[in-house]
């Protein structure tokens, strides 16, 4: 009988060093709601992985650590994973959605312990383009056609193709233009009026930033007269 006690003592002995020791040393606990940040309406089939945020002298890069979940119907989320060296972040996706990142990071997760990780994601698009055209002597120009052009994020080399949106500017040489679009690619706007071109850095087109719900990209075009 005796003998039997010592083993169940060493037992739960080995047991409690377990959850303290290993267990708590080699997983984190995170839990949640993903919701939209309009609506606050939750959002479920959200992405999120855990990623490695690796430093460097110009800012930093994530790198795959292929640890992830999804949110349920209730936008609900609880993962654990194993702790990584150096910062652990979680980064959510969801189709036709963006998240906006706090003081340039991600959430971080703390090591060790169970954290409730609430995430705000913002609805994308349509993305809305306003500006003035004028020449270089600062006359409004009307009539003149403004394009949406855009090429896959891979490439940085080849010419942007237009995806058949175009709007015309009025007298007062104001635009307005909206347009859908997809993560894979980047966007330019490209305007055209004959007897005048438009250079910018080498290209006859302009980048723009990813649209965020809410604002409007505001691009001004100076055309040259030829």
Not at 60 to 79: I, K, M, P, V
Not at 173 to 198: T, W
């Amino acid at each position: 009988m005796k003998k039997l006690l010592y083993l169940i003592t060493i037992f739960i002995i080995l047991i409690q060093s377990c959850n303290k020791d290993g267990f708590k040393s080699r997983y984190t606990k995170a839990y949640g709601t993903v919701t939209d940040s309009e609506t606050g309406e939750p959002l479920s089939e959200v992405k999120l992985e855990i990623k490695k945020m690796i430093f460097e002298t110009s800012g930093y890069t994530l790198e795959e650590t292929g640890q992830y979940t999804y949110t349920d119907q209730n936008g609900y989320y609880e993962f654990k994973f194993k702790n990584l060296e150096g910062f652990n972040v979680i980064v959510p996706e969801k189709e036709g959605y963006v998240f906006i990142l706090f003081n340039s990071n991600y959430p971080q997760i703390p090591t060790g312990m169970k954290t409730e990780i609430n995430i705000e994601l913002t609805k994308i698009g349509p993305a809305i383009v306003e500006g003035k055209v004028t020449d270089n002597f600062n006359n409004l120009l009307n009539n003149v056609k403004l394009s949406i052009l855009r090429r896959p994020k891979n490439d940085n080399t080849s010419y942007p193709i237009s995806i058949d949106t175009v709007t015309y500017s009025d007298i007062d040489g104001l635009y307005h233009i909206e347009y859908r679009e997809e993560e894979d690619y980047n966007y330019f706007i490209k305007p055209e009026k004959d007897g005048y071109y438009y250079e910018l850095w080498g290209e006859d087109y302009c980048y723009l930033n990813k649209y965020i719900q809410g604002n409007v990209i505001i691009r001004n075009f100076e055309m040259i007269i030829e």
